[in-house]
């Protein structure tokens, strides 16, 4: 068996890192953000949205508007991260 001690600060010098590289942006692609659909997907959970734009499909952009903080206990981690979604 092996231990590692990594201190906060080292891993959070790497998300501040990844951050500023702009490792933390997402573009996701499903079909759940059709708007119309025979099952389920985001136009039967929003009626008003596949009216206003049948038959299209929706993507969504997930990002870090600033770099992700961690605080570690014994036994966790704890990430805080301040993101935006945005739908289009």
């Known amino acids: 068996m092996i231990t590692i001690f990594v201190e ?3 891993i959070q010098k790497l998300l501040n890192a990844a951050h500023n590289a702009s490792l933390f942006i997402n573009t996701v692609e499903s079909p759940f953000l059709q708007t119309q659909c025979d099952v389920l997907c985001i ?3 929003m009626p008003e949205l596949s009216e ?3 038959n299209s499909s929706l993507v969504a ?3 870090a508007l600033t770099a992700p ?4 206990y014994e036994g ?3 990430v805080f991260v ?3 979604l945005n739908v289009g």
């Open 69 to 72: 903080l961690i605080s570690l």
């Open 76 to 78: 966790q981690a704890v």
């Open 52 to 54: 206003a734009m049948p």
């Open 8 to 10: 906060e600060v080292t």
């Open 82 to 84: 301040n993101a935006s």
């Open 61 to 63: 952009q997930v990002s």
């Open 43 to 45: 136009g039967t959970l």
